[in-house]
Protein backbone atom coordinates (compact mmCIF):
# COMPACT_ATOMS: atom_id res chain seq x y z
CA UNK A 1 0.00 0.00 0.00
CA UNK A 2 1.20 3.87 -0.54
CA UNK A 3 1.59 5.11 2.81
CA UNK A 4 1.74 8.73 3.35
CA UNK A 5 3.77 10.16 6.57
CA UNK A 6 0.36 10.46 8.35
CA UNK A 7 -0.81 6.74 8.01
CA UNK A 8 1.51 6.00 11.09
CA UNK A 9 0.07 8.61 13.23
CA UNK A 10 -3.83 7.89 12.27
CA UNK A 11 -6.06 5.97 15.06
CA UNK A 12 -6.81 2.59 12.67
CA UNK A 13 -10.39 1.40 11.44
CA UNK A 14 -10.96 -1.83 9.71
CA UNK A 15 -13.64 -2.34 7.24
CA UNK A 16 -15.02 1.06 9.10
CA UNK A 17 -14.16 -0.15 12.92
CA UNK A 18 -12.69 1.42 15.11
CA UNK A 19 -9.27 -0.91 16.24
CA UNK A 20 -8.07 1.73 18.72
CA UNK A 21 -9.22 -0.08 21.67
CA UNK A 22 -7.33 -3.10 21.02
CA UNK A 23 -4.23 -1.36 19.92
CA UNK A 24 -3.99 -0.16 23.06
CA UNK A 25 -5.26 -3.54 25.34
CA UNK A 26 -3.15 -5.68 22.86
CA UNK A 27 -0.08 -4.75 24.80
CA UNK A 28 -1.52 -6.82 27.75
CA UNK A 29 -1.64 -10.21 25.81
CA UNK A 30 1.67 -10.71 25.45
CA UNK A 31 2.16 -10.13 29.26
CA UNK A 32 1.91 -13.97 30.60
CA UNK A 33 -0.74 -14.02 34.16
CA UNK A 34 0.72 -15.75 36.95
CA UNK A 35 -0.29 -19.23 37.02
CA UNK A 36 0.34 -20.82 40.51
CA UNK A 37 2.93 -22.90 40.51
CA UNK A 38 5.93 -22.20 42.35
CA UNK A 39 8.45 -22.53 39.95
CA UNK A 40 7.59 -21.04 36.58
CA UNK A 41 8.86 -20.44 33.17
CA UNK A 42 11.80 -18.11 32.34
CA UNK A 43 9.07 -15.46 31.18
CA UNK A 44 6.85 -15.70 34.09
CA UNK A 45 10.16 -15.49 36.02
CA UNK A 46 11.53 -12.26 34.05
CA UNK A 47 8.25 -10.49 34.26
CA UNK A 48 7.87 -11.12 37.95
CA UNK A 49 11.41 -9.74 38.51
CA UNK A 50 11.18 -6.72 36.24
CA UNK A 51 7.90 -5.85 37.90
CA UNK A 52 9.81 -5.87 41.52
CA UNK A 53 12.67 -4.19 40.09
CA UNK A 54 10.17 -1.54 39.18
CA UNK A 55 7.87 -1.66 42.06
CA UNK A 56 11.03 -1.16 44.31
CA UNK A 57 12.44 1.68 42.51
CA UNK A 58 8.90 3.46 42.06
CA UNK A 59 8.19 3.28 46.30
CA UNK A 60 11.44 3.55 48.34
CA UNK A 61 11.18 7.42 47.83
CA UNK A 62 7.38 7.41 48.58
CA UNK A 63 6.56 6.98 52.35
CA UNK A 64 3.63 4.36 53.60
CA UNK A 65 0.50 6.73 51.79
CA UNK A 66 2.28 6.51 48.70
CA UNK A 67 2.29 2.94 48.68
CA UNK A 68 -1.38 2.58 47.46
CA UNK A 69 -0.12 3.84 44.50
CA UNK A 70 2.27 1.52 43.72
CA UNK A 71 -0.53 -0.70 41.48
CA UNK A 72 -1.49 2.46 39.21
CA UNK A 73 2.07 3.38 38.70
CA UNK A 74 3.46 -0.37 38.00
CA UNK A 75 0.54 -1.05 35.27
CA UNK A 76 1.03 2.41 33.92
CA UNK A 77 4.81 2.22 33.35
CA UNK A 78 4.15 -1.20 32.01
CA UNK A 79 1.41 0.33 29.90
CA UNK A 80 3.57 3.05 28.29
CA UNK A 81 6.68 0.16 28.18
CA UNK A 82 5.22 -2.35 26.37
CA UNK A 83 2.96 0.44 23.78
CA UNK A 84 6.26 2.04 23.62
CA UNK A 85 8.53 -0.74 22.22
CA UNK A 86 5.71 -2.21 20.29
CA UNK A 87 5.15 1.37 18.28
CA UNK A 88 8.79 0.54 16.68
CA UNK A 89 7.97 -2.58 14.66
CA UNK A 90 7.02 -1.52 11.05
CA UNK A 91 3.32 -1.03 10.12
CA UNK A 92 2.11 -0.61 13.59
CA UNK A 93 0.23 2.64 15.73
CA UNK A 94 1.61 3.87 18.42
CA UNK A 95 -1.27 5.13 20.87
CA UNK A 96 1.12 7.04 22.71
CA UNK A 97 1.69 9.06 20.01
CA UNK A 98 -2.06 10.61 20.12
CA UNK A 99 -1.96 13.68 22.25
CA UNK A 100 -4.99 12.88 23.72
CA UNK A 101 -4.00 9.52 24.94
CA UNK A 102 -1.02 10.85 26.69
CA UNK A 103 -3.11 14.07 28.37
CA UNK A 104 -5.76 11.99 28.85
CA UNK A 105 -3.01 10.07 31.30
CA UNK A 106 -1.37 12.77 32.44
CA UNK A 107 -4.09 15.23 33.68
CA UNK A 108 -6.08 13.20 35.99
CA UNK A 109 -3.17 11.47 37.81
CA UNK A 110 -1.35 14.87 38.33
CA UNK A 111 -4.68 16.24 39.13
CA UNK A 112 -5.12 13.66 41.64
CA UNK A 113 -1.27 14.42 43.28
CA UNK A 114 -2.56 18.22 43.45
CA UNK A 115 -6.00 17.54 44.73
CA UNK A 116 -4.38 14.87 47.86
CA UNK A 117 -2.05 17.17 48.97
CA UNK A 118 -4.24 20.20 48.88
CA UNK A 119 -6.68 17.96 50.95
CA UNK A 120 -4.54 16.43 53.25
CA UNK A 121 -1.96 18.90 54.25
CA UNK A 122 -3.16 22.26 52.14
CA UNK A 123 -0.63 24.24 53.95
CA UNK A 124 2.75 21.92 53.20
CA UNK A 125 1.11 21.58 49.35
CA UNK A 126 0.81 25.58 49.23
CA UNK A 127 3.97 26.34 50.74
CA UNK A 128 5.90 24.19 48.07
CA UNK A 129 5.09 27.65 45.77
CA UNK A 130 7.91 29.42 47.50
CA UNK A 131 11.15 28.07 47.34
CA UNK A 132 13.33 28.36 51.00
CA UNK A 133 15.57 31.36 51.40
CA UNK A 134 13.77 33.89 48.05
CA UNK A 135 14.28 37.36 49.15
CA UNK A 136 11.13 39.07 49.65
CA UNK A 137 10.84 41.20 47.37
CA UNK A 138 11.10 38.28 45.39
CA UNK A 139 8.30 36.66 46.55
CA UNK A 140 5.30 37.91 44.81
CA UNK A 141 7.18 37.46 41.39
CA UNK A 142 8.06 33.67 42.30
CA UNK A 143 4.73 32.78 43.73
CA UNK A 144 3.03 33.73 40.30
CA UNK A 145 6.16 31.55 38.67
CA UNK A 146 5.85 28.84 40.87
CA UNK A 147 2.03 28.17 40.25
CA UNK A 148 2.50 28.31 36.48
CA UNK A 149 5.17 26.05 36.82
CA UNK A 150 2.57 23.86 38.67
CA UNK A 151 -0.07 24.01 36.51
CA UNK A 152 1.99 23.49 33.06
CA UNK A 153 2.75 19.84 34.53
CA UNK A 154 0.21 18.33 33.16
CA UNK A 155 0.56 19.71 29.99
CA UNK A 156 4.49 18.70 30.10
CA UNK A 157 3.69 15.25 31.10
CA UNK A 158 1.65 14.83 28.25
CA UNK A 159 3.33 16.55 25.88
CA UNK A 160 6.75 15.75 26.56
CA UNK A 161 5.31 12.22 26.29
CA UNK A 162 4.06 12.77 22.37
CA UNK A 163 6.21 14.91 21.37
CA UNK A 164 9.31 12.68 21.51
CA UNK A 165 7.78 9.87 20.22
CA UNK A 166 5.82 11.22 17.44
CA UNK A 167 9.04 12.75 16.97
CA UNK A 168 11.41 9.90 16.95
CA UNK A 169 8.25 7.70 14.74
CA UNK A 170 8.31 10.62 12.03
CA UNK A 171 12.28 10.83 12.11
CA UNK A 172 12.17 7.30 11.09
CA UNK A 173 9.71 7.31 8.61
CA UNK A 174 11.80 10.25 6.62
CA UNK A 175 15.31 8.95 6.59
CA UNK A 176 14.06 5.62 5.42
CA UNK A 177 12.13 7.46 3.02
CA UNK A 178 15.45 8.95 2.32
CA UNK A 179 17.24 5.96 2.10
CA UNK A 180 14.65 4.53 -0.38
CA UNK A 181 14.66 7.36 -2.63
CA UNK A 182 18.42 7.71 -2.32
CA UNK A 183 19.01 3.36 -3.26
CA UNK A 184 18.79 3.69 -7.07
CA UNK A 185 19.92 7.20 -7.51
CA UNK A 186 23.43 7.19 -5.06
CA UNK A 187 23.61 3.65 -2.78
CA UNK A 188 26.81 4.82 -1.10
CA UNK A 189 25.01 7.85 -0.08
CA UNK A 190 21.40 5.55 0.70
CA UNK A 191 23.82 3.24 2.50
CA UNK A 192 25.29 6.20 4.95
CA UNK A 193 21.18 6.96 5.17
CA UNK A 194 20.65 3.70 6.24
CA UNK A 195 23.45 3.67 8.86
CA UNK A 196 22.42 7.18 10.38
CA UNK A 197 18.49 5.16 10.58
CA UNK A 198 19.71 1.92 12.29
CA UNK A 199 21.82 4.37 14.91
CA UNK A 200 18.30 6.31 14.99
CA UNK A 201 16.75 3.03 15.47
CA UNK A 202 19.13 1.92 18.85
CA UNK A 203 18.02 6.25 19.98
CA UNK A 204 14.43 5.06 19.81
CA UNK A 205 13.97 2.04 21.28
CA UNK A 206 16.20 3.59 24.10
CA UNK A 207 13.62 6.64 24.20
CA UNK A 208 10.48 4.61 24.06
CA UNK A 209 12.10 3.10 27.22
CA UNK A 210 13.53 6.08 28.62
CA UNK A 211 10.12 8.36 27.78
CA UNK A 212 7.55 5.13 30.22
CA UNK A 213 10.16 5.74 32.61
CA UNK A 214 10.08 9.64 33.30
CA UNK A 215 6.62 9.62 32.86
CA UNK A 216 5.82 8.02 35.77
CA UNK A 217 8.90 9.17 37.59
CA UNK A 218 7.92 12.59 37.31
CA UNK A 219 3.81 11.36 38.48
CA UNK A 220 5.74 9.66 41.66
CA UNK A 221 7.85 12.94 41.91
CA UNK A 222 4.82 14.91 41.88
CA UNK A 223 3.13 12.45 44.56
CA UNK A 224 6.02 12.85 46.80
CA UNK A 225 5.65 16.48 47.47
CA UNK A 226 1.88 15.86 48.00
CA UNK A 227 1.66 12.80 50.22
CA UNK B 1 -1.69 1.25 8.72
CA UNK B 2 -3.30 -1.88 10.45
CA UNK B 3 -3.22 -2.75 13.93
CA UNK B 4 -1.03 -5.70 15.03
CA UNK B 5 -3.11 -8.78 14.01
CA UNK B 6 -3.69 -10.71 16.96
CA UNK B 7 -2.76 -14.17 16.86
CA UNK B 8 -6.22 -15.66 17.60
CA UNK B 9 -6.70 -16.37 21.16
CA UNK B 10 -6.70 -20.06 22.13
CA UNK B 11 -8.94 -22.34 24.27
CA UNK B 12 -11.89 -19.84 25.19
CA UNK B 13 -13.27 -18.27 22.16
CA UNK B 14 -12.41 -21.61 20.21
CA UNK B 15 -13.81 -23.91 22.56
CA UNK B 16 -17.32 -22.67 22.50
CA UNK B 17 -19.05 -24.17 20.12
CA UNK B 18 -16.46 -25.48 17.64
CA UNK B 19 -15.00 -28.72 18.57
CA UNK B 20 -10.89 -28.09 18.11
CA UNK B 21 -10.22 -31.31 16.02
CA UNK B 22 -12.76 -30.25 13.52
CA UNK B 23 -10.19 -29.47 10.93
CA UNK B 24 -7.80 -32.98 11.03
CA UNK B 25 -6.87 -32.89 7.57
CA UNK B 26 -3.13 -32.75 8.70
CA UNK B 27 -1.46 -33.73 11.82
CA UNK B 28 0.52 -31.13 12.57
CA UNK B 29 -1.51 -28.09 12.31
CA UNK B 30 -4.00 -29.97 15.46
CA UNK B 31 -0.70 -30.89 17.32
CA UNK B 32 0.66 -26.97 17.00
CA UNK B 33 -2.44 -25.91 18.08
CA UNK B 34 -3.47 -28.17 20.78
CA UNK B 35 -0.06 -27.78 22.08
CA UNK B 36 -1.33 -23.93 22.14
CA UNK B 37 -5.29 -24.61 23.62
CA UNK B 38 -4.06 -27.10 25.81
CA UNK B 39 -1.27 -24.61 27.52
CA UNK B 40 -3.80 -21.78 27.16
CA UNK B 41 -6.95 -23.16 28.14
CA UNK B 42 -6.27 -22.76 31.77
CA UNK B 43 -6.39 -19.18 32.19
CA UNK B 44 -9.08 -18.56 29.41
CA UNK B 45 -11.41 -20.55 31.14
CA UNK B 46 -11.34 -19.00 33.73
CA UNK B 47 -11.39 -15.51 32.70
CA UNK B 48 -15.06 -16.56 31.39
CA UNK B 49 -17.68 -15.94 33.40
CA UNK B 50 -19.07 -18.73 35.05
CA UNK B 51 -22.47 -19.90 32.78
CA UNK B 52 -19.71 -19.54 29.97
CA UNK B 53 -17.37 -22.03 31.38
CA UNK B 54 -19.84 -24.67 32.40
CA UNK B 55 -20.91 -24.32 28.81
CA UNK B 56 -17.52 -24.68 27.19
CA UNK B 57 -16.66 -27.43 29.55
CA UNK B 58 -19.98 -29.07 29.22
CA UNK B 59 -19.80 -29.00 25.27
CA UNK B 60 -15.81 -30.06 24.55
CA UNK B 61 -16.31 -32.75 27.16
CA UNK B 62 -16.47 -35.39 24.37
CA UNK B 63 -12.74 -34.36 23.35
CA UNK B 64 -11.20 -35.38 26.87
CA UNK B 65 -8.88 -37.98 26.20
CA UNK B 66 -7.96 -38.54 30.19
CA UNK B 67 -9.34 -38.36 33.46
CA UNK B 68 -9.34 -35.08 34.83
CA UNK B 69 -6.91 -34.57 37.94
CA UNK B 70 -6.05 -31.54 39.60
CA UNK B 71 -3.38 -33.02 42.04
CA UNK B 72 -1.04 -33.74 41.52
CA UNK B 73 -0.18 -31.05 38.77
CA UNK B 74 1.15 -32.16 35.82
CA UNK B 75 4.26 -31.32 34.97
CA UNK B 76 5.32 -28.28 32.74
CA UNK B 77 7.13 -29.52 29.53
CA UNK B 78 11.04 -28.74 29.97
CA UNK B 79 11.66 -26.69 27.04
CA UNK B 80 9.34 -24.68 25.18
CA UNK B 81 8.47 -26.45 21.77
CA UNK B 82 11.35 -26.28 19.14
CA UNK B 83 11.22 -23.27 16.72
CA UNK B 84 13.50 -22.90 13.61
CA UNK B 85 14.76 -19.63 12.88
CA UNK B 86 13.34 -17.68 15.90
CA UNK B 87 9.26 -17.66 14.20
CA UNK B 88 8.57 -21.32 13.07
CA UNK B 89 7.64 -24.15 14.49
CA UNK B 90 9.23 -27.51 13.79
CA UNK B 91 6.15 -29.47 13.15
CA UNK B 92 5.86 -26.98 10.12
CA UNK B 93 8.82 -28.70 8.50
CA UNK B 94 8.48 -32.05 9.74
CA UNK B 95 4.62 -31.45 8.35
CA UNK B 96 5.92 -30.69 4.94
CA UNK B 97 8.51 -33.26 4.87
CA UNK B 98 6.85 -36.44 3.36
CA UNK B 99 5.83 -34.55 0.14
CA UNK B 100 8.35 -31.21 -0.52
CA UNK B 101 11.78 -32.52 1.52
CA UNK B 102 14.20 -30.19 3.79
CA UNK B 103 13.95 -27.43 1.11
CA UNK B 104 10.02 -27.63 0.48
CA UNK B 105 9.52 -24.84 3.43
CA UNK B 106 12.32 -22.67 2.30
CA UNK B 107 10.97 -22.60 -1.14
CA UNK B 108 7.11 -22.07 -0.21
CA UNK B 109 8.77 -18.89 1.86
CA UNK B 110 10.91 -17.94 -0.96
CA UNK B 111 7.82 -18.46 -3.47
CA UNK B 112 5.56 -16.83 -1.20
CA UNK B 113 7.99 -13.67 -0.90
CA UNK B 114 8.54 -13.66 -4.57
CA UNK B 115 5.03 -13.36 -5.21
CA UNK B 116 3.89 -10.84 -2.80
CA UNK B 117 6.53 -8.60 -4.08
CA UNK B 118 5.61 -9.25 -7.85
CA UNK B 119 1.95 -9.02 -7.63
CA UNK B 120 2.89 -5.79 -5.23
CA UNK B 121 0.44 -7.20 -2.98
CA UNK B 122 3.17 -5.97 -0.79
CA UNK B 123 4.71 -2.84 -1.42
CA UNK B 124 7.83 -1.77 -1.01
CA UNK B 125 8.19 1.79 1.08
CA UNK B 126 9.49 3.64 3.65
CA UNK B 127 8.55 0.70 6.13
CA UNK B 128 10.16 -1.77 4.74
CA UNK B 129 13.81 -0.32 5.34
CA UNK B 130 12.10 1.13 8.63
CA UNK B 131 11.54 -2.52 9.38
CA UNK B 132 15.03 -3.93 8.16
CA UNK B 133 16.76 -1.85 10.83
CA UNK B 134 14.30 -2.69 13.49
CA UNK B 135 14.87 -6.33 12.83
CA UNK B 136 18.57 -6.26 12.81
CA UNK B 137 18.29 -4.43 16.49
CA UNK B 138 16.27 -6.98 17.53
CA UNK B 139 17.72 -10.03 16.44
CA UNK B 140 21.21 -8.96 17.29
CA UNK B 141 20.13 -7.83 20.80
CA UNK B 142 18.56 -11.55 21.11
CA UNK B 143 21.51 -13.52 19.46
CA UNK B 144 24.10 -11.73 21.79
CA UNK B 145 22.27 -11.27 24.85
CA UNK B 146 19.44 -14.32 24.77
CA UNK B 147 21.67 -17.07 26.26
CA UNK B 148 22.62 -14.15 29.11
CA UNK B 149 19.15 -13.38 29.67
CA UNK B 150 17.88 -17.05 29.97
CA UNK B 151 20.89 -17.68 32.22
CA UNK B 152 19.70 -15.15 34.31
CA UNK B 153 16.28 -16.09 34.60
CA UNK B 154 17.61 -19.73 35.41
CA UNK B 155 19.52 -18.30 38.44
CA UNK B 156 16.68 -15.90 39.77
CA UNK B 157 14.52 -19.98 39.69
CA UNK B 158 17.71 -21.73 40.91
CA UNK B 159 18.12 -19.49 43.86
CA UNK B 160 13.89 -19.93 45.16
CA UNK B 161 14.73 -23.72 44.64
CA UNK B 162 17.98 -23.07 46.74
CA UNK B 163 16.44 -21.18 49.01
CA UNK B 164 13.50 -23.70 50.23
CA UNK B 165 16.11 -26.35 49.82
CA UNK B 166 18.40 -25.05 52.37
CA UNK B 167 15.51 -24.25 54.64
CA UNK B 168 14.58 -28.07 54.24
CA UNK B 169 18.53 -29.65 54.44
CA UNK B 170 19.06 -27.21 57.90
CA UNK B 171 16.16 -28.82 59.48
CA UNK B 172 17.47 -32.22 58.54
CA UNK B 173 20.85 -30.88 59.42
CA UNK B 174 19.39 -30.06 63.00
CA UNK B 175 17.57 -33.17 63.64
CA UNK B 176 20.27 -35.35 62.63
CA UNK B 177 22.27 -33.59 65.56
CA UNK B 178 19.62 -33.58 67.98
CA UNK B 179 20.12 -37.70 67.17
CA UNK B 180 23.64 -37.44 67.58
CA UNK B 181 22.95 -35.69 71.07
CA UNK B 182 20.80 -38.23 72.26
CA UNK B 183 22.45 -41.09 71.58
CA UNK B 184 25.63 -39.68 73.39
CA UNK B 185 23.32 -38.92 76.46
CA UNK B 186 22.21 -42.43 76.19
CA UNK B 187 25.56 -43.57 76.64
CA UNK B 188 26.53 -41.23 79.19
CA UNK B 189 22.95 -43.25 80.94
CA UNK B 190 25.17 -46.33 81.32
CA UNK B 191 28.13 -45.39 83.54
CA UNK B 192 26.10 -43.67 86.20
CA UNK B 193 27.05 -46.12 88.12
CA UNK B 194 30.52 -45.71 88.33
CA UNK B 195 29.35 -41.31 88.88
CA UNK B 196 26.99 -42.45 91.76
CA UNK B 197 29.65 -45.09 93.74
CA UNK B 198 32.19 -42.07 93.25
CA UNK B 199 29.71 -39.64 94.82
CA UNK B 200 29.04 -41.75 97.83
CA UNK B 201 32.61 -42.38 98.70
CA UNK B 202 32.90 -39.09 98.64
CA UNK B 203 30.16 -38.30 101.04
CA UNK B 204 31.86 -40.72 103.21
CA UNK B 205 34.90 -39.21 103.14
CA UNK B 206 33.36 -35.98 104.33
CA UNK B 207 31.53 -37.39 107.03
CA UNK B 208 34.81 -39.15 108.28
CA UNK B 209 36.57 -36.06 108.10
CA UNK B 210 34.33 -34.22 109.72
CA UNK B 211 33.60 -36.60 112.57
CA UNK B 212 37.66 -36.69 113.05
CA UNK B 213 37.79 -33.00 113.25
CA UNK B 214 34.97 -33.18 116.02
CA UNK B 215 36.80 -35.65 117.87
CA UNK B 216 39.81 -33.55 117.88
CA UNK B 217 38.00 -30.44 119.63
CA UNK B 218 36.58 -32.62 122.09
CA UNK B 219 40.21 -33.48 122.69
CA UNK B 220 41.51 -30.01 123.05
CA UNK B 221 38.69 -28.63 124.89
CA UNK B 222 39.03 -31.65 127.88
CA UNK B 223 42.88 -30.89 127.39
CA UNK B 224 42.56 -27.51 128.02
CA UNK B 225 40.79 -27.82 131.32
CA UNK B 226 43.31 -30.41 132.73
CA UNK B 227 45.93 -28.17 132.02
CA UNK B 228 44.09 -25.66 133.91
CA UNK B 229 43.80 -27.99 137.13
CA UNK B 230 47.83 -28.35 136.90
CA UNK B 231 48.53 -25.21 136.66
CA UNK B 232 46.56 -23.90 139.91
CA UNK B 233 48.15 -26.83 141.57
CA UNK B 234 51.49 -25.95 140.59
CA UNK B 235 50.87 -22.11 141.34
CA UNK B 236 49.93 -23.20 144.79
CA UNK B 237 52.79 -24.92 145.45
CA UNK B 238 55.13 -22.27 144.43
CA UNK B 239 53.24 -19.68 146.37
CA UNK B 240 53.53 -21.87 149.33
CA UNK B 241 57.19 -22.78 148.93
CA UNK B 242 58.00 -18.68 148.60
CA UNK B 243 56.30 -18.13 151.76
CA UNK B 244 57.89 -20.34 153.65
CA UNK B 245 61.24 -19.86 152.12
CA UNK B 246 60.22 -15.64 153.05
CA UNK B 247 59.42 -16.66 156.71
CA UNK B 248 62.74 -18.64 157.93
CA UNK B 249 64.81 -15.57 156.27
CA UNK B 250 62.61 -13.39 158.15
CA UNK B 251 63.09 -15.66 161.29
CA UNK B 252 66.97 -16.51 160.52
CA UNK B 253 67.89 -12.80 160.12
CA UNK B 254 65.88 -12.13 163.68
CA UNK B 255 67.83 -14.64 165.14
CA UNK B 256 71.28 -13.13 164.67
CA UNK B 257 72.20 -11.29 167.49
CA UNK B 258 74.74 -8.34 167.74
CA UNK B 259 77.36 -10.13 169.62
CA UNK B 260 77.22 -13.42 166.73
CA UNK B 261 77.62 -10.30 164.55
CA UNK B 262 81.26 -9.52 165.61
CA UNK B 263 82.29 -12.84 166.52
CA UNK B 264 81.54 -14.08 162.66
CA UNK B 265 83.39 -10.58 161.36
CA UNK B 266 86.66 -11.17 163.41
CA UNK B 267 86.72 -14.78 162.57
CA UNK B 268 86.39 -13.61 159.13
CA UNK B 269 89.46 -11.59 159.70
CA UNK B 270 91.78 -13.93 161.03
CA UNK B 271 91.02 -16.54 158.05
CA UNK B 272 91.46 -13.46 156.03
CA UNK B 273 94.56 -12.91 157.41
CA UNK B 274 95.69 -16.74 157.03
CA UNK B 275 95.09 -16.74 153.66
CA UNK B 276 96.06 -13.90 152.42
CA UNK B 277 99.53 -15.01 154.16
CA UNK B 278 99.65 -18.39 152.01
CA UNK B 279 98.66 -16.86 149.30
CA UNK B 280 102.07 -14.62 149.54
CA UNK B 281 103.92 -17.59 150.46
CA UNK B 282 102.29 -18.92 147.17
CA UNK B 283 103.96 -16.47 145.70
Redesign the interface.
Known amino acids: ?3 SFF ?2 FTS ?1 Y ?1 LGIP ?1 IL ?2 ML ?1 PA ?1 LLP ?1 P ?1 N ?7 S ?2 QL ?1 LFHLITKQLMIPLNKNGHKWALLLTSLMTLLLTINL ?1 G ?6 TPTTQLSMNMALAFPLWLATLLTGLRNQPSIALGHLLPEGTPTPLIPALIMIETTSLLIRPLALGVRLTANLTAGHLL ?2 LI ?2 A ?2 ALLPIMPTISLLT ?1 LI ?2 L ?3 LE ?1 AVAMIQAYVFVLLLSLYLQENI | ?4 L ?1 RG ?1 PGGHRGEGQPVGRAVTGSVPFDMLSRLVLRAA ?2 ALRSLAPPATVGVLHVTRPLHTTQQRSAP ?1 PP ?1 PEK ?1 GEVRHGLIPEEFFQFLYPKTGVTGPYMLGTGLLLYLLSKEIY ?9 A ?2 L ?2 IIYGVKKYGAD ?2 A ?3 K ?2 EE ?2 AQALAVKNEAIKGLETAIEEEKKEQWRVEGRKYLFDAKRNNIAMLLETNYRERLLTVYNEVKKRLDYQVAMQNLKRQKEQDHMIQWVEKNVVQSITPQQQKDSIAKCILDLKALSKRAQAAV
Open positions: MNLDQPLLISFLSNRWITNRLTLWLLLPYTFIQSTTTALFLTIV | SAAIVKPALLGVINHETVAACITVVAFADLNKM
